[in-house]
């Protein structure tokens, strides 16, 4: 596909002084009798020369109002939107009223991106692009129509944490002692992230918390204490998340090629076979894997179960996972299932919308109100997009990415964690942004969307002309995995038309 651009032609110019010489020409005949018809015939020269003013004035209106727009270097397409003339204001007399000015007329944008949009790729495509400076709504496809966002999702997750949670806030595991003699609690609170490897190991996940390091803090709390028996039970408390684990518009398919574990709020390495690899199987049983390896790592334990800490349990020991900031960039930079989860669900604990699946929505709804976008019809089944039944229009984002763009609240941080084209993350891969449009390379600033039914792609984009916009693409329905350079040649369409984006 390619862009349709038309450069604007160049408008006449009038100079009336220049013109005056050559109708002044003439035999002294001619102008005496003109000089006697005008003595004559006062008032209808009047008039004439009224209309004949109000005339010139129309025309320079014309002239100097309408908008030039900037040649793009892209093909051409002509706008079928011409400019209207403004009426002429008379002159009014000193003591009398002024009538307000006329209105200017509206600029004449002629970069389309026609043909890159009727891709076939595209499937059921919906888009918008507004102007950040502006908020001027530039193009717009179905952008007001709640669709299902693929892992845009994540960045309304990630917006509600910054704003509930704080960019500083972690989640913390804990251990405690048991209501029984010789027993501890494992006690899950909600971190993916931590880890069975080794401390200093590097995982996925940078910044880690190591069950290593929590059985040490267990066992020199234990031994310090004389009177405790032998400590030989160890007893696994997931509460803190509740419901069901698998969110049942999911498929499967998602965890056993290692996209996605079961959400629970005891687990390690996001459930992972491989603590290093981003796309790695998940079990069924993440609290068993967790509670296993730290079984291991404590030494002495015969028996491991399911249960709940006894309130005001003394406490043997801590660890604490990533901060928000930077799982917020690890959600988004590759696209973190697991992590998204995470968020949502303590997003939604920390409101009090609950600790469910169900309470999601609820939660990221009310952690979204202090951006002061409006969110009707927006629907958050989960906080990874995975599901098909999430609806959100792609206006709320191109009005979201307006703040984001801004680093309102906290904001900058989610702008920070974004892919970027060609340079980081999801958008650094090599079946993106390549060939004709690597011209956008480093230009483009944002999150990525997969799911069957549906390829995304939301972000800022700044554009070639200066301009900085807001985006929202989503190629919907019976698509393939080519949709990905689709959705790239439309986007640096809108990179090479910037503002004189032509919504045609």
């Not at 100079?15 to 002294?28: I, K, L, Q, S, T």
């Not at 076979?273 to 068993?288: F, L």
Request: glycine share 12%; hydrophobic share 40%; charged share 15%.
């Amino acid at each position: 596909m390619a862009d349709e651009t038309d450069a604007p032609r160049d408008e006449p110019s009038v100079d009336p002084e220049a013109a005056a010489p050559a109708h002044a020409a003439g035999a002294g005949g001619i102008l005496t009798r003109i000089s006697t018809f005008a003595r004559r015939h006062r008032m209808p020269l009047a008039i004439g020369a009224g209309v004949l003013a109000f005339a010139l004035v129309g025309t320079a209106a014309v002239l100097t109002g309408r908008g030039v727009a900037t040649a793009e270097p892209v093909a051409a397409t002509t706008s079928a939107t011409p400019s209207a003339t403004p009426t002429p204001t008379p002159t009014a007399d000193a003591g009398r009223p002024q009538p307000a000015a006329a209105a200017g007329v509206n600029r004449v944008r002629t970069c389309s991106v026609a043909d890159r949009a009727a891709d076939g790729r595209l499937a059921n495509l919906q888009a918008q692009v507004v102007n950040a400076a502006t908020g001027e709504v530039l193009y717009d496809r179905g952008g007001t129509t709640p669709s299902r966002t693929a892992s845009v999702m994540k960045v309304l997750t990630s917006a509600a944490a910054l704003n509930v949670l704080g960019p500083d806030h972690r989640a913390t595991t804990t251990v405690v002692k048991g209501a029984e003699p010789g027993s501890a609690v494992l006690v899950g609170g909600g971190d993916v992230t931590l880890s069975r490897t080794p401390s200093g190991t590097e995982t996925v996940y940078p910044g880690a918390a190591h069950l290593d390091d929590l059985a040490a803090q267990v066992r020199a709390a234990w031994n310090a204490d004389p009177s405790n028996p032998p400590l030989t039970r160890l007893i696994l408390d997931a509460s803190y998340f509740g419901g069901e684990e698998w969110q049942s518009s999911w498929d499967t398919v998602e965890r056993d090629q290692g996209y996605m574990s079961q959400i629970t709020a005891l687990q390690v390495d996001g459930d992972r076979d491989d603590p290093g690899a981003n796309t790695s199987t998940r079990s069924t049983d993440p609290i068993g894997r967790a509670g296993d390896a730290f079984a291991s790592e404590l030494g002495g334990i015969s028996t491991i179960e399911r249960g709940v800490a006894p309130a005001g349990a003394a406490q043997l020991g801590a660890v604490s996972s990533p901060t928000v900031a930077q799982l917020v960039d690890k959600a988004l930079v590759v696209s973190d299932n697991s992590v998204a989860e995470m968020l949502a669900r303590l997003v939604a604990i920390q409101t009090g919308a609950g600790n469910t699946f169900e309470a999601i929505n609820a939660g990221v709804l009310q952690g979204l109100q202090e951006y002061g976008v409006d969110t009707t019809g927006v629907t958050v089944v989960d906080g990874s997009g995975l599901s098909d039944f999430n609806a959100v229009p792609p206006s709320y984002l191109t009005q979201l990415f307006v703040k984001i763009n801004a680093r309102e609240g906290n904001l900058g941080v989610l702008l920070d964690g974004l892919p970027v084209s060609g340079v980081r993350g999801s958008l650094s891969y090599s079946d993106r942004f390549a060939g004709d449009n690597s011209v956008a390379d480093g230009a483009v600033f944002a999150k990525t969307g997969w799911i069957e039914t549906g390829y995304t792609l939301s972000g800022v984009i700044h554009a070639q002309d200066g301009s900085t916009l807001t985006f929202a693409i989503y190629a919907l329905g019976d698509v393939t995995d080519a949709a990905k350079q689709a959705i790239d040649t439309l986007t640096t369409g809108f990179f090479l038309c910037g503002d004189n984006l032509a919504n045609t």
